[in-house]
């Protein structure tokens, strides 16, 4: 009796160790809660009066701007050691590429966000470009035929201005940390299950994790970075009618790609779409912009 006793507590306890325990994952999402509400700020540019109210948002971010800028310099200057026999010192792309940048900035001194704005060119097959919390902008020369005009690179500079303007690196930054914490809590919760059932469990979090929040969060970022590029760019009297244009080339060049659900950008035709439907704000913009312009 005693024995028979024993081994139903042992095998309730068994029982026990070897289901999911909620308690540990409910206390993880609480202080993921607690740290996504205390750590909310508004998105910049998106907020004021040549935007959409319905691009106004808040985002995660716990970085101060200068201790983000910094880390955005510390890239740059190692970015540029890395690639100093490769860099454009001089000639038209150099001067196309510092007068766009220049002009974009200028554009977006309404939210002065205290940038130390430089502009670089470096030679390589890249057809893309960057810049860094604090302004720290590049285009690699194979950007050039693509974008084939001004009004092209000021598209894709407008583009990577704007998820610098936006903070969108420090905002990735503080959503992989409440990732984790999340993370950890599934991890702990299922920690008393057999293996098989554990690697199950991170499996089912890390799908959901990848396509349910981190791909969709990625190509937010990027619709809202076309977006505020759009803005800018008609601001600095760079025609915005180019946008979708540029965007059909970028898709005649990008060849096979994955489905748009297991990507961290929105198709090339997806941009196309978006512009279009911008593009009358953006059109707007640029003749109240650019009175010495002919309207378009």
Known sequence: ?????????T?????????????????????????????????????????SSEMCRKQLRTMK????????????????????RSLVRSGPVKDAVEEIGVRIARAASDSDPGFDWAFNVIESEQANAFALPGGYTAVYTGLIPIAENEDGLAVVMGHE??????????????QQNMQRIVGAGVSMGAGGM??????????????????????????????????????????????????????????????ATPPEFQSTHPSPQTRVNDFKKWMPMAVEIYNKSCPNKISL
């Not at 201790?67 to 100093?84: K, R, V």
């Not at 201005?161 to 503080?174: I, N, P, T």
């Open 65 to 84: 701007p200068d201790a983000e800028m910094q880390l955005g310099l510390q890239s740059y200057q190692q970015i540029l050691q890395d690639n100093a």
């Open 11 to 51: 095998g309730g306890m068994r029982r026990r160790r070897g289901g999911f325990r909620w308690q540990i994952m409910l206390l993880f999402a609480v202080g993921a809660a607690v740290y996504y509400f205390a750590n909310q700020k508004t998105v910049p540019y998106v907020c004021n009066s040549d935007f």
């Open 194 to 255: 057999d293996m098989g059932a554990q690697r199950a469990v991170m499996g089912v979090f890390g799908g959901i994790s990848q396509y349910g929040f981190a791909l969709p969060f990625s190509r937010k970022h990027e619709s809202e970075a076309d977006y505020i590029g759009l803005i800018l760019m008609s601001r600095a009297c760079y025609d915005p009618r180019e946008a979708p244009r540029l965007w059909e080339r970028m898709g005649a060049q990008a060849g």
């Open 161 to 174: 201005v704007a998820h610098a303007l936006a903070h969108h690196g420090a905002e990735r930054m503080a």
């Open 1 to 9: 009796m005693v024995y028979r006793t024993m081994n139903n507590r």
